[in-house]
Every structure is written in C-alpha cells, then in structure tokens.
C-alpha cells in the first residue's frame, strides 16, 4: 500500500500531537487509542508521526489487537468492500473458455479511503488499471477470488497464474497447472490465515470436466490443485455422492466459504451443489454433495443465469432471480447452516464431518417489481448487510434493499462496454471484502 507519510513538527523535531499524549499517556492507554483508528492506512501513516508511535504500531501484538477490535465492529454496514467489473471473453480452438478482464471498480466509501481516494468518475465508477501491478496488463483474467485475494491469470491458455491483493499490491507467481485432456471450466481460491492476517496455507482448484462419465452413476470431477506448502500442483478426481447429470457447465459459479469450496452440478439446469474440502487428507471427507432447498424452482429457472453463489458475513449463499412476466421478478435467498455447529481453529474453519449435516434456510422468498422495461440481473450480494444486494438494470449498477422495494443508483458501466441490447450476461462482477488488517501472502517454497 503506497502511503504518504506527512508530519507536523514542532521546533524541536517532535510532532505536536506525539509531544502532548506523551506526557499524558501510558504505552498501554496509547496502544488501546491506536488500534482504534478507523483503518489500516491511518495506522500506517500515523507510525510516521514520531519513534515512540512507530515502536508500538510495528510492534508483533499491534496487528492482532487491531484486527480483534475491529471484527467486533463489524455491524456497520459500510464497510470496506470493492467490486470489481469485467467482460467474459470467449476462445475456440478446440476448447472453451470464459474468463472475466477488469474494465472497472466500484468502491465503498471506507473502501475509497483504504484505496486513498481514487479518481471516481461521474458515473460513480472508476476505470482505471486496478491490477497494473500485474504483468500484461492487457491480458489479464480473474479467475477466481477470496476475501481481498484474486487469482488471476495473464494468458489466454490459462497459464501465467499469480495469487494477488489489489489493496497492497502484493503479487505471488505460480507455477503452470499441469497440462490435461478435459476441457477445465471453473477454477477455485480459498485460504486459512492466522490472527495478523498472514495466509497461512491456500489452495487453487482447476476444475475440470470428464465427458466420459455417463449418466446413472456417481458424479465425478477432475482436478488440478495446487498447495501453497510443497508449491506444485497435483491431479485428483473427485467423486461425489449423488448422480451424474449430464455434460458440464462453463459458467459454472465457484464460491469458497470457511475453508471449503462450493459450486453448482447439472447442465443445463443445476440439481445439487458440491461441496469440496482441499485442506483435509481424508478422501471420504472431501467430497459432498449438497441437496438444493425444497422450495428451489426448478426447470428453466434453474439455468446458470438465474442462480447464483455467494457469501455474506462468511456464510455461503444462494440466490434464485428470475422473472414470470404477469408477477414480475421472484427473488429467493437461501443461507447454509451447519446444523452441528462443529467449527475448528481460529477462522472458524468449518470441520470436513460438518458437510455432511447441512441445510438450507430461506432468508428472504419476496416479489420485485418490474418497475421500468429495463431488465434486472443479480450482481453480487452485500458482503455484510444481509438485506442488500446489488442488480445491474441496463447499464446501471442498483443498490436494492429487500422489503423496501427501492432502487438506488450507485454506479454505471463505462461507455466503452455499453450494451443497449444485452449489456449484463457477459459481465462478471468480483466481490473483494478487506479486512481489517490485508491479508498478506507467503512466498512460495524452493522446489
């Protein structure tokens, strides 16, 4: 994070602010103040206000402190969370694949202040090269996210893999997945970090899918995953209960949620979603198969346009969008509870057993008006306010709060991807929730 660091001396080279605390404060009463600053760019800037601020804000126990206060202040609804936009693009050549380039951001207002206040256009959205930090630029495609963490690639062959935070700046290089037959169609970034927000271990999915399955017998996946402890990659296939249910999905929907990755199976409407654990060595324990809610709709309205994944406040949502033309749009949100409670370790990483004793339960199951001819597409979910989300309608992004009925405007698309037609299927929209402290990444092991 490029920080500017500015002090306000006074005639004896101590700042006027660290001259009056100091003969009023305790380290411990001084140290209680500064994990209260409002974010982690102003206690950046402030261990440049003199040695003694310095000595306490680098010290080990000052990141842990900070993030603990401000986990429990989490209840505010503004805080800091950025979207980021991209176009899917599409490549023939004996495969398929969709991948989302960043053409532009919306930013939160704690997150404009974490990202110092950038240029925002009048259209409410900022265009400008959110991952330059990358090599070539102009060849970059998200692949796949966690918290504040994208993993992103810079080839069109899905090779050139780099696990980065955009806040920071940090970029870790990955080696290339291993070259294999099937045609890959989604790909999956879940991490564990430690209590000063360092990941201690990640892992990245390469999905494939295997043509050679037939319908009538249990549901296998192919993969390519990659751990950031040995820093190489390893071919696994995945069987999961249930039944096969036809070809694969390239828009498939991938979401990663304590400690586990999730994703819808059937083509071309969804009949269940897997469950993957990658952090555990028990085969039988990796792989579940989650029933979708009774009161899912399904046929049609169960395509991959109308259903979609995502988290809120850690906990893995699914939403149902779609519209009957004498009703207007049905909206359907649905949470995952882990009916054990059986959590471990300090993210409260769900254990691999509790996949196994889940169920649905409907958060929200309402109505939404029509409102103008414009059509309405789910964008993402609030990361924290459970009563929001986000709708593109045209080329407007709409704050839509559920119950109030109410649209707000908070965004819109750059000229140079408006679509009067068909502006929204080809976009993607890449939630990055910050945390209090970033979320820095460990450089890869020598192999």
């Given at each position: 994070m490029e920080i500017i660091r500015k002090r306000s001396k006074t005639d004896d080279g101590e700042s006027a602010a660290s001259k009056f605390i100091s003969s009023t404060a305790t380290d411990h009463l001084l140290l209680e103040i500064l994990v209260r600053l409002p974010d982690c760019r102003t206690a950046i800037q402030c261990s440049a206000v003199c040695m003694r601020w310095?000595?306490?804000?680098?010290?080990?126990s000052f990141i842990p402190s900070f993030i603990n206060h401000h986990r429990h202040q989490l209840t505010q609804y503004d805080s800091a969370y950025t979207f980021?936009?991209?176009?899917?693009?599409?490549?023939?050549?004996?495969?398929?694949?969709?991948?989302?380039?960043?053409?532009?951001?919306?930013f939160s207002e704690k997150s404009k202040t974490l990202h110092g206040n950038p240029k925002i256009s009048s259209s409410g959205t900022s265009n400008y090269q959110y991952l330059n930090f990358i090599p070539n630029p102009n060849k970059q495609y998200i692949l796949s996210y966690f918290d504040d963490?994208?993993?992103?690639?810079?080839?069109?062959?899905?090779?050139?893999?780099?696990?980065?935070?955009?806040?920071?700046?940090?970029?870790?290089?990955?080696?290339?997945p291993p070259q294999d037959k099937f045609r890959n169609f989604a790909y999956g970034l879940v991490c564990q970090t430690n209590t000063i927000n360092v990941v201690a271990r990640y892992r990245v999915m390469k999905i494939y899918s295997d043509f050679s399955v037939a319908n009538g017998s249990p549901f296998v996946e192919?993969?390519?995953?990659?751990?950031?402890?040995?820093?190489?990659?390893?071919?696994?296939?995945?069987t999961f209960p249930g039944i096969s249910t036809g070809g694969p999905n390239f828009k498939k929907i991938v979401a990663a949620s304590n400690g586990v990755i999730y994703w819808p199976q059937g083509e071309p409407e969804y009949k269940q979603i897997a469950a993957f654990d990658p952090f555990t060595e028990d085969k039988d324990k990796q792989c579940r198969s989650i029933e979708?809610?009774?009161n899912f709709s399904r046929g049609?309205?169960?395509?991959?346009?109308?259903?979609?994944?995502?988290?809120?406040?850690?906990?893995?949502?699914?939403?149902?969008?779609?519209?009957i033309k004498r009703y207007g749009y049905v909206l359907k949100i649905w949470e995952l509870n882990h009916n054990d409670n059986n959590t471990s370790g300090e993210n409260n990483i769900a254990s691999s057993s509790s996949l196994s004793n889940t169920s649905w339960i409907l958060v929200h199951g309402v109505r939404l008006n029509k409102g103008d001819?414009?059509?309405?597409?789910?964008?993402?979910?609030?990361?924290?306010?459970?009563?929001?989300?986000?709708?593109?309608?045209?080329?407007?992004?709409?704050r839509y709060e559920i119950g109030v009925g109410e649209y707000e405007k908070v965004g819109e698309f750059p000229d140079s991807v408006k679509n009067d037609r068909n502006p929204w299927p080809a976009v993607q929209t890449v939630p990055l929730v910050h945390p209090p402290w970033p979320t820095r990444i460990p450089a890869l092991p020598s192999v």
């Open positions: 310095s000595s306490l804000i680098l010290h080990s980021v936009f991209g176009c899917y693009t599409v490549w023939l050549s004996g495969s398929l694949y969709r991948r989302s380039i960043a053409f532009c951001q919306w963490l994208l993993l992103v690639s810079t080839k069109l062959d899905c090779s050139g893999f780099y696990v980065c935070n955009p806040l920071t700046k940090q970029c870790i290089e990955l080696p290339d192919r993969a390519a995953i990659f751990s950031s402890e040995t820093g190489q990659w390893n071919k696994s296939t995945l979708l809610p009774v049609w309205c169960a395509r991959e346009d109308y259903v979609h994944l995502g988290v809120v406040r850690g906990k893995l949502r699914l939403l149902q969008l779609f519209m001819k414009n059509m309405m597409h789910f964008s993402a979910f609030h990361p924290y306010n459970s009563d929001v989300i986000f709708l593109l309608r045209k080329n407007v992004i709409c």
